[in-house]
Structure formats: structure tokens, C-alpha cells
């Protein structure tokens, strides 16, 4: 019977009848170091059946809750029990059938019933012959270090999922505040624009300015919240100096001249006339320092100065003689949500200034203010913009240009609206039609392309989020129509602020972006200058049609482009299987009753009669849709019902073949190819 029998450090033996394990026993300080030792230490013998423990140390005993006297001689596998990984006891079983080391951590269970993680070496020990003569297993107790891991864990995976959720929420407000509140500002605009008696336009005026209120503050927030998660990040890119001081002066001309301030920018001759840096984020910083010296300045000026700075800066100074600072607010003046005792112009968020602050920080430069109470304030920012060479010098003084001359009465630009949302769409489309421009709407991506395809648009404007095909596939698609059509410049319209999407917009092929909700001057004035930028068309748009003046019946030049397109002698077929499928169109849809089906008729019409320049009938199928998307059935009846007649005419008035037809080769004009 082999007996338990301590060493000379106290460590438990099991001895063999022929003293095995004894005579192989530890001796000295070896023993009694392994006594000592803070791990628990065993060793099994696997020439006895089952391999049971020949020897286990002090640590062993007091990580388990055993005592050697009921441990040796046992299969370590005493330790295992209920919750015990069952895929670990195997790795340990293969490891010992390999005679390979293995470390591995399983749950095992304490005398007590207590579970612990317990961290396992197991090695096999060969004698200088190479034989397995045991096995020696370290034990460590690592409950503790696993509960901490996986707490950290739990902790990291809560601060993922709430950031997550923040930026979740950030896309939210950011599309789902903006969205409504651009239909909100965009139909004030057009009421303010109805005739209204004096009490009406000041609620209206009121009403505008809270949802402008709003809307600022909104946009700060996000910004904030941005810059805060990290995730602004800035863009630079050459631009024009001059472009970006015009357009602060541009949009705040009209409070300026409210009050009788002056406003005016100066450009020191020294600068560059382009630089290399985030221009939205510049305009952003100018436009909120000259905002507020506009808000608290009644009378006097406000001044943009901007010089080229010894260190290669730029320096950026907004002067006004207005109210001033008072030491005590100027010292936290650019954390969050400082103001100044309640006064007449508190408006704002007191988010401005912290806003600046962060970005102008981005951007590489500081920023700070000097002030006088009752005098008037200067805040100066500086930022490091390399110059793009050779771009030539600025003018050196700039004015706001006079409110927006209304555009002229009749049409001049054929716009496609692409946009879903139906609400933004009439105010986009009503805005525009208003100051003169031709709307064409298409309510998706895919829509969008195939007006893009079949008609000459001057600008697109093309919301980003819409269903079937997105804003970015959609231009992405234009782009690859082939000529001038593919070229249209295409500005986005997005009521999303994330991180990126300017970007992309640009990625994608588009020429602009325009936030959501449109502001109505900043509409037109975007709409403007693409406009104007454009090489005159050398046939005029289409008009829209005027009460007692018809559009003509048919588009020539379009119908040329087609017999281009489509090759020699084809046009002729194409034509009469245009006039038989639009008759028996028109037919179908005398009969109808819903809208629905008869706006998707109208759409499909519009559509090939605008690849056949038959542009009376593409217009009042046009109109038509519209109606009964609106739901306004005196309209839609009243269309329908003069669209035979229209019909027949616009199929009269195309070029007729000489004689019978004569089928493809044998274009009754000839004269092509
Ligand atoms: P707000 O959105 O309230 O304007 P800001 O951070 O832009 O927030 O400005 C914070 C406060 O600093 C303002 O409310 C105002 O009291 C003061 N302030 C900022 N600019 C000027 C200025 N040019 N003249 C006087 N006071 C100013």
C-alpha cells in the first residue's frame, strides 16, 4: 500500500511500496521552496492506473480547500464538476495522449462546492532516457483576474453600445429635426411671399425667425457633439480667400442693413488669392464672430480684416463697435453655453463661441478677443493655410453685394428636382418656379437617372436619401451618360450633417451641397450661380407654358439627337411604335379612375415623349402626374381630358415618311448618313 508521507519542506508524497516517489523526494531548499511557493504545484504518476497525484504542495491544498490526505492518490479530475468546460477537459485529455504540454483555464470546484477559474500548466516530465515518468501541473487561482476582465469587458461593450447610440442619435436629430423643419421654413417662405395683412406676416415673421432660432441651434448641437465624439473632421482643400469673406457678407447684408451698420471686408495685399484649407469650416468660424458683432452692434460698423501674418499665418480679426465684453464674461467666454445677462439680443445658444474655439483648434490656430464695454470688441483667430502658388493676390476690399435681383420673370434654367419627400419637394419646387426656373421632379434615384438620360437639364438638384437609388448612385449613374447630359452639375440637398458626407457628395460626381432646410435665398443664389456659370444654351428651354401661349407641339432638336443616337433609317419605326403606344396610353388611361395608376401612366408618358422632343405632351403628362400625385383631381380631370387631343396633334407633327412606309434603311426624309 503506498503511504502518505511529508518531505522535508512539508510537502505531501505518496509513497510507493518500493519508495518510488519518496526516493525521487525533493530535498533540502528545493523543498522547501516549492513549500512556499505562492502556485499550486502537483505531480501525477502515470505508470499507476488512472495517474493519480503523487504529490501536491501547500499552495495546491489551499487553492482547492483540500487536504493532501484526501488528494494523492486521486485522478486530479476530482477538481471538475458541474459548469466545468467540457471542450478544455478534452484539450486535456489530447494533450496528455500527445504527452504535450498545455496550458488552459476551466472552471473547477473548490472542497467547499465553491466554483474557481483555474489557470492549468500541465507538463509531462521524461526521464534522461526519454521516458514519461510524470506529470507536473502549476495551478493558479485566476477567478479574481477573470471576474476584472470581464467586467473591463462588460464596461467596454456598454461604452460601445452607448456611443453607438449617441451617434445613432446624432443621424437622427440631424435628418429627422432638419427634415420637417426645412417643409416648416420652406412653406413660411412662401407664405410670407402671399399677400398678408400686417398682424399675419408679423406671426409668420415671427414663426420664421423662432425656426431659424431652431434650426441654428440644432446645427450647433450636432456640430458640438461631433467635435466632442471625435468625429469632425476637417477637409482641406484650395479655395478662394475673397469667396469665402463674400459669402459671410453676403448672408449677413440684410441684418446689417437692418440696423444701418456698415459691413465691409478688407484683404491684405500680401495674401494669396487661393489657399489650402476646410473652407466651410473657415466661413463657419468668420460667419459666427461676424454674426455676433452684427447682433450686439447698433450702430457703427463691423469690419472683416484679414492679413498675412509674419509666421505664415493667416490672420483673421472681425471689428465692431458695438456693446463690448465684460472682463468677468470674457474670461469663460469660449466654453459651452455662455452668455450674457439676459439682454434684448440673446438669441442664440451660447454655443457659438466653444464651437469656434474647437475648430479653429482642428484647423491648427487660436483664437481670442479684445474688448471694451460700451466700445466695442475685436476677435481675432489665426490659422496655418498654405498658399497655392501662382494663384495671384485678392482684391483687398470687399462689400456685400445688394439684396438678390429677382430673377428674370421669364424661365431661364430647366431644373430636375429629385427628392422623395413630397412636402420638400413642392417648396423646392415652388421656390424655384416662383422666381422664374422650369421644374421637372422626379421622386428617386432612378427616376432622376432616366430624366438625366432622356432630357437637357441645366441643374439637377438631388436629394441624397431617397428610396430605390440613392442621391450618390444616382449621380454616379448620370455621370456615365455619355455627352453633355452626363455633365449636368448636380448639387446635393441633404438634411443629414454627418461626419463625411460633403465628401462623398464630392466623390460621387456632384458639383455642391446644399443643407437642408433650404433657406430660400441660399436656394437661389446656389441656383444662380450654376446658372450663370453655365455657356448659354444655344437653344432656349423649354418655357413653361403661359396662359394663351402653347408650347410647341415638338422639340426638333431632340428628335435629331434620337436619329443620331438611334442610327440610320431607324427613326421612322421608333416613331410610329412611339405614336401606337402613346394612343393606346392615352386610351387606357381615359379609362382609369385612380390617380395612382394614372400618375404612374403620366410618368411613363412624360417620359418617352420627352425622348421624342414631343415636349407639349412630356409637359402636360408632366403636369398631369403632378396633379394627381397632389391629389388635385379638378386638375388632373381637366388634363386628362384634353390629353387625346394633344396627343394626336403632337403625333401629327412629326416628320411624315414619303410615301408608305419602308421599313428600317428607308427613312422617308433621308437625308442622313
Ligand atoms: P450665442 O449663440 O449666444 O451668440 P456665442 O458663444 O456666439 O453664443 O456668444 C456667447 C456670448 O458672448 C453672447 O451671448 C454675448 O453675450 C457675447 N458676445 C459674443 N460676441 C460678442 C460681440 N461681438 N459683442 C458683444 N458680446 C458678444
Not at 27 to 54: E, F, K, N, Q, R
Not at 119 to 124: C, H, I, Q
Not at 228 to 238: F, T, Y
Request: proline share 8%.
Amino acid at each position: 500500500m503506498p503511504r502518505l508521507r511529508r518531505d522535508e519542506g512539508g510537502n505531501a508524497l505518496l509513497e510507493g511500496s518500493d519508495g518510488t516517489v519518496a526516493a525521487a523526494g525533493l530535498g533540502g531548499v528545493l523543498a522547501l521552496a516549492i513549500a512556499s511557493a505562492p502556485t499550486g504545484i502537483t505531480v501525477a504518476d502515470p505508470s499507476l492506473p488512472d495517474c493519480p497525484l503523487v504529490f501536491c504542495n501547500p499552495a495546491f491544498s489551499k487553492i482547492t480547500g483540500y487536504p493532501a490526505e484526501e488528494v494523492l492518490g486521486r485522478n486530479c479530475r476530482f477538481l471538475q464538476g458541474p459548469g466545468t468546460e467540457k471542450s478544455v477537459v478534452r484539450q486535456i485529455r489530447r494533450a496528455i495522449a500527445e504527452q504535450k504540454p498545455i496550458t488552459v483555464e476551466f472552471t473547477n470546484h473548490r472542497k467547499d462546492g465553491r466554483r474557481f477559474t483555474n489557470e492549468l500548466r500541465l507538463a509531462p516530465v521524461f526521464d534522461p532516457e526519454g521516458r514519461l515518468v510524470a506529470y507536473v501541473g502549476i495551478q493558479h487561482d485566476v477567478t479574481a483576474r477573470k471576474r476584472a476582465e470581464r467586467e473591463v469587458e462588460k464596461a467596454r461593450r456598454a461604452a460601445e453600445r452607448a456611443n453607438k447610440e449617441k451617434s445613432d442619435f446624432l443621424a437622427f436629430t440631424s435628418h429627422e429635426v432638419r427634415t420637417p423643419l426645412h417643409g416648416v421654413m420652406g412653406t413660411l417662405s412662401l407664405l410670407l411671399d402671399t399677400p398678408l395683412d400686417a398682424e399675419q406676416r408679423a406671426y409668420a415673421e415671427t414663426a420664421r425667425r423662432c425656426g431659424a432660432t431652431l434650426l441654428h441651434t440644432v446645427n450647433e448641437l450636432l456640430d458640438l457633439s461631433k467635435i466632442e465624439a471625435g468625429k469632425l473632421d476637417i477637409h482641406p482643400a484650395p479655395f478662394r480667400l475673397a469667396d469665402v469673406v463674400k459669402d459671410v457678407l453676403d448672408l449677413l447684408a440684410p441684418a446689417a442693413a437692418e440696423k444701418g451698420i456698415d459691413l465691409s471686408a478688407s484683404l491684405d495685399h500680401l495674401l494669396p488669392a487661393e489657399l489650402i484649407g476646410d473652407a466651410t469650416r473657415i466661413r463657419q468660424v468668420l460667419l459666427n464672430l461676424a454674426d455676433n458683432a452684427v447682433k450686439f452692434t447698433h450702430r457703427g460698423s463691423v469690419e472683416i480684416r484679414l492679413a498675412a501674418l509674419p509666421d505664415g499665418h493667416v490672420g483673421f480679426a472681425v471689428t465692431d463697435t458695438g456693446i463690448g465684453i465684460p472682463p468677468k464674461l470674457r474670461a469663460k467666454l469660449f466654453t459651452r453655453f455662455t452668455q450674457a445677462e439676459a439682454g434684448a439680443e440673446q438669441s442664440g445658444s451660447g454655443l457659438g463661441l466653444a464651437i469656434c474655439k474647437r475648430l479653429v483648434a482642428l484647423m491648427g490656430g487660436q483664437i481670442a478677443v479684445d474688448s471694451t464695454p460700451g466700445r466695442g470688441s475685436t476677435f481675432f483667430f489665426d490659422l496655418p493655410l498654405p498658399p497655392v502658388p501662382e494663384s495671384g493676390a485678392p482684391p483687398t476690399r470687399l462689400a456685400p453685394r445688394p439684396e438678390l435681383a429677382p430673377p428674370p420673370a421669364l424661365a431661364h434654367g430647366r431644373i430636375l428636382l429629385a427628392e422623395d419627400g413630397k412636402a420638400n419637394q413642392l417648396v423646392a419646387a415652388a421656390i424655384l418656379r416662383k422666381a422664374g426656373y422650369t421644374v421637372e421632379l422626379a421622386r428617386d434615384g432612378a427616376e432622376a437617372v432616366a430624366a438625366a438620360e432622356s432630357g437637357d437639364y441645366d441643374l439637377i438638384l438631388m436629394d441624397l436619401r431617397m428610396p430605390l437609388m440613392d442621391g450618390y448612385a444616382a449621380t454616379r449613374a448620370i455621370r456615365q451618360i455619355r455627352g453633355p447630359r452626363g455633365r449636368v452639375p448636380i448639387i446635393a440637398m441633404t438634411a443629414s450633417v454627418m461626419p463625411g458626407d460633403a465628401e462623398r457628395c464630392l466623390e460621387a460626381g456632384m458639383d455642391g451641397h446644399l443643407a437642408k432646410p433650404l433657406d430660400r435665398l441660399e436656394l437661389l443664389r446656389a441656383v444662380e450661380k450654376v446658372l450663370d456659370s453655365r455657356p448659354r444654351r444655344p437653344r432656349a428651354p423649354a418655357p413653361p407654358p403661359e396662359p394663351g401661349l402653347l408650347p410647341p407641339l415638338l422639340d426638333r432638336e431632340t428628335l435629331e439627337e434620337l436619329r443620331a443616337a438611334v442610327g440610320p433609317g431607324r427613326l421612322p419605326r421608333l416613331i410610329s411604335v412611339f405614336a401606337a403606344e402613346t394612343k393606346e396610353r392615352v386610351r387606357r388611361m381615359h379609362g382609369l379612375t385612380d390617380p395612382a395608376r394614372i400618375e404612374e401612366e403620366a410618368h411613363t408618358l412624360k417620359a418617352s415623349a420627352a425622348t421624342f422632343g414631343a415636349i407639349a405632351l412630356r409637359d402636360a403628362a408632366g403636369r398631369l402626374e403632378e396633379a394627381c400625385r397632389l391629389g388635385d383631381e379638378t386638375a388632373w380631370r381637366d388634363i386628362l381630358d384634353s390629353l387625346p387631343g394633344l396627343a394626336e396633334r403632337s403625333i401629327a407633327a412629326f416628320p411624315q415618311p414619303r410615301g408608305e412606309r419602308r421599313g428600317e434603311g428607308a427613312e422617308g426624309e433621308g437625308g442622313e448618313d
